[in-house]
């Protein structure tokens, strides 16, 4: 049975999910979520997920919420991604260290930075989430030194957890440059079979709205 990731092009969250269901070679489709437009407060959508967020992935009587409660339910489904016998409590260090200090700051720039009115965006708030950023980035970087992915010898769900927003092109204070372990990380990430940008994997970018 297919299963359905409920999703839009500019979650990071999002994408961590479905680039985990896919090169897991998880049998999944998205669900176009219009997080712009308000869906995820409707009642419809608050009674599949209380919380209000994307993303959320039903697979038959199963319904999670959280990222990385999805990615650990694909690994247990395909057997994949979940790192070698004795790396999974490090795996799961990842995907939390990235879920706490990472995305979460990421995702939280990029939208004051890109998504909501200029004359709402506080440059104080903005420069203090870029600090932030920038020791998390450092800790990444110098992670990653002489590594090929985040844990291991193959890619992991702590892969998929920490590059979820690094791939987009709107600003929000990181640069693949500055940070030359990163970078040859996520062309590693680039280079996997069936890896796609997010806006390519999921449907609902920005494009798409400016065509409509």
Request: charged share 20%.
């Amino acid at each position: 049975m297919t299963a359905t990731l409920y999703c839009f092009g500019e979650s990071g969250n999002a994408y961590k999910a479905a680039l985990t269901a896919t090169l897991a070679g998880y049998d999944w489709e998205p669900r176009f979520v219009d997080f712009f437009a308000g869906e995820t407060r409707s009642p419809e959508f608050r009674a599949l997920n209380v919380m209000g967020e994307a993303p959320v992935l039903v697979d038959g009587d199963t319904t999670l919420s959280q990222s990385g409660a999805i990615q650990y339910h694909i690994v247990k489904a395909t057997g994949n991604l979940g790192g070698a016998a004795g790396e999974e409590e490090e795996v799961l260090r990842w995907v939390l260290w990235d879920n706490h200090k990472l995305s979460s700051q990421a995702g939280m720039t990029r939208f004051l930075m890109n998504f909501i009115p200029e004359d709402k965006r506080s440059a104080d708030v903005i420069a203090f989430m870029q600090g932030r950023l920038k020791a998390a980035y450092a800790t990444l970087d110098a992670h990653l030194a002489g590594r090929d992915w985040i844990v291991g010898a193959g890619v992991t769900i702590a892969d998929c957890a920490c590059c979820g927003y690094l791939f987009y092109p709107e600003p929000f204070g990181f640069a693949r440059a500055d940070w030359p372990n990163i970078d040859r990380w996520l062309g590693n990430i680039a280079a996997l079979p069936g890896w796609k940008t997010p806006y390519d994997m999921m449907p609902g970018s920005p494009a798409d709205r400016q065509t409509d």
